[in-house]
């Protein structure tokens, strides 16, 4: 496809106003005025609705095909709570208005906003209060390790170390190092659970915490939770919950019921907003009352009288971690989104995830390899070992469902599922779509049994094939050359 500098034709025009007088000109300071004019593409006005119209396409999304990306949670999210975010009232609104004058008005009702969704948040998870400012899940992560250096520094703890299971997702270890802790891993046993007696062994008196995701990266919840938290607790030590995938048991399970001190969610994963290319997101981290004085500034509080404040008043708290409120365009989306299905409806949510994706695993058990023996929660995992006699690899069967109009699963991922394929199909499919993937796979199944090099060729409807991918990252090519350029 043509860049739309090739499609330039000099002198057309997208659209003709009258000619001004020179009067009517704004009165521009000649020094700043350009010399030559910009170097811009020349088109009609179809011609630039077409090009983008073409290029967006291209795009593999969730609003034109199923999008199994284990771990991602790329679910369909309601337009409504895209509507609500555009409102003008909240759209428009500048973090700098004050917050009360004239009788309360200005931001007072985007702080009730953020007031809310705080509240809810915290009923959900079952903590005392949570901060909205992080912008993204890994920020939150690193959040809660600021949170948990403050604790000990506060309590004139000496901690050195974080654990962290071999089945967490990569960001946990990245941000607990980054919050500069050492971090030690604690391996887990076939099942996927943790190795109570390695936590044991690895657990001593300069344990900050435990940072554990669940589900874990197999898809599975984790045995022993009470166990671990008393073993982290007998040493002052707290525990983080990676909430990243709350779907798996939002209405269901509180982390604050079952051990844990701290937790962060992603807003855009489990609570509508699109996501996907970086951003937007926010990662709001919810803790227990004791680690209450080290949440980060500005925090909403309301009032005697009603009305809501911004509070900068925490001697203990770690201080600024995101400008103004966090991302408030994706926190109206999860208010938008709490409010829309209620207690019961955000039950609803995590009985379809789950169950969606036990349906795909016992589907695909006869002919991949389901890594659980067993139940999996919102996401299933298979290993592609079975067809390694035909020569074809996870990747080409991933390349195989791109043709066939299936964004892949994640493959590769976790770590230690060799050839490995991680669905998550999400609450928001239907059955039939649900089939028609498994029925894809047994037909790419079959094709690499019969002839393996047709796999090995995917994908061929696509505007690229097979990428080098290291020569894509490592010799980026950005920079548009006009063919007559010298
Ligand atoms: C996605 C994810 C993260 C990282 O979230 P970002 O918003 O991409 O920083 C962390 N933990 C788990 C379990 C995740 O699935």
């Known amino acids: 496809m043509q860049l739309i500098y090739e499609k330039s034709v000099a002198g057309r025009r997208a659209v003709r106003l009258p000619k001004r007088g020179d009067d009517a000109r704004p009165k521009i300071n000649p020094k700043l005025l350009r010399a030559q004019p910009a170097a811009l593409p020349e088109l009609s006005e179809l011609d630039v609705v077409r090009h983008y119209t073409e290029l967006s396409r291209r795009n593999f999304s969730v609003d034109t095909?199923?999008?199994?990306?284990?771990?991602?949670?790329?679910?369909?999210?309601?337009?409504?709570?895209?509507?609500?975010?555009?409102?003008?009232?909240?759209?428009d609104l500048h973090p700098l208005w004050p917050q009360l004058r004239h009788g309360g008005l200005l931001t007072q009702g985007a702080l009730q906003l953020l007031h809310e969704t705080e509240r809810m948040l915290s009923e959900i998870c079952g903590m005392a209060e949570f901060t909205l400012q992080p912008l993204a899940g890994a920020?939150?992560?690193?959040?809660?390790?600021?949170?948990m250096a403050a604790y000990h520094r506060d309590r004139g703890n000496?901690?050195?170390?974080?654990?962290?299971?071999?089945?967490?997702?990569?960001?946990?270890?990245?941000?607990?190092a980054i919050g500069g802790y050492d971090v030690r891993t604690v391996p887990s046993d076939?099942?996927?659970?943790?190795?109570?007696?390695?936590?044991?062994?690895?657990?001593?008196?300069?344990?900050?915490?435990?940072?554990?995701?669940?589900?874990?990266?197999?898809?599975?919840?984790v045995d022993h939770l009470t166990e671990i938290a008393d073993i982290i607790h007998g040493v002052d030590g707290l525990m983080y919950y990676d909430g990243a995938n709350l779907n798996a048991i939002l209405g269901r399970v509180k982390p604050g019921q079952i051990g844990f001190d701290l937790c962060q969610l992603n807003l855009h994963k489990s609570f509508s907003t699109p996501h996907?290319?970086?951003?937007?997101?926010?990662?709001?981290?919810?803790?227990?009352?004791?680690?209450?004085?080290?949440?980060?500034?500005?925090?909403?509080?309301?009032?005697?009288?009603?009305?809501f404040v911004l509070d900068y008043d925490a001697p203990k708290s770690i201080g600024y971690i995101a400008p103004f409120y966090g991302n408030f365009g994706v926190i109206v989306r999860a208010y938008a989104y709490l409010l829309m299905l209620g207690?019961?409806?955000?039950?609803?949510?995590?009985?379809?995830?789950?169950?969606?994706?036990?349906?795909?695993?016992?589907?695909?058990?006869p002919l991949l390899k389901a890594v659980a023996p067993g139940r999996c929660m919102h996401e299933c995992v298979f290993s592609g070992e079975p067809l390694k006699a035909t020569g074809v690899h996870?990747?080409?069967?991933?390349?195989?469902?791109?043709?066939?109009?299936?964004?892949?699963?994640?493959?590769?991922?976790?770590?230690?599922?060799p050839e490995a394929i991680m669905v998550e199909p999400?609450?928001?499919?239907?059955?039939?779509?649900?089939?028609?993937?498994?029925?894809?796979?047994?037909?790419?199944?079959?094709?690499?049994?019969?002839?393996?090099?047709?796999?090995?060729?995917?994908?061929?409807?696509?505007?690229?094939?097979?990428?080098?991918?290291?020569?894509?990252?490592?010799?980026?090519?950005?920079?548009?050359?006009?063919?007559?350029a010298k």
């Open 65 to 91: 095909h199923f999008y199994p990306l284990g771990s991602c949670t790329m679910k369909y999210n309601p337009k409504a709570c895209e509507v609500a975010c555009a409102l003008p009232g909240l759209s």
């Open 190 to 221: 076939a099942q996927g659970n943790m190795h109570l007696d390695a936590l044991r062994a690895a657990v001593n008196s300069e344990t900050a915490g435990l940072m554990m995701t669940c589900p874990s990266t197999l898809g599975l919840f």
């Open 139 to 147: 920020h939150g992560e690193l959040t809660g390790c600021m949170i």
């Open 394 to 417: 996870t990747l080409d069967l991933a390349k195989g469902l791109v043709d066939r109009g299936i964004h892949p699963p994640t493959i590769y991922f976790p770590l230690n599922v």
């Open 343 to 365: 207690r019961e409806g955000l039950r609803e949510t995590s009985d379809a995830a789950v169950l969606n994706a036990n349906y795909i695993q016992e589907k695909l058990r």
């Open 426 to 484: 999400t609450e928001s499919e239907s059955r039939e779509t649900l089939d028609t993937f498994v029925q894809t796979v047994a037909e790419l199944v079959a094709l690499a049994q019969r002839d393996p090099d047709a796999l090995h060729r995917a994908p061929v409807t696509m505007p690229v094939g097979r990428l080098d991918e290291v020569a894509a990252a490592k010799n980026m090519d950005l920079v548009f050359k006009p063919a007559n």
């Open 158 to 176: 000496k901690k050195t170390h974080i654990l962290i299971p071999d089945s967490a997702h990569g960001t946990n270890p990245a941000s607990a």
């Open 276 to 307: 996907g290319g970086g951003g937007p997101g926010a990662g709001p981290v919810g803790v227990v009352e004791k680690l209450r004085p080290f949440l980060p500034i500005s925090r909403v509080v309301k009032r005697g009288d009603g009305t």
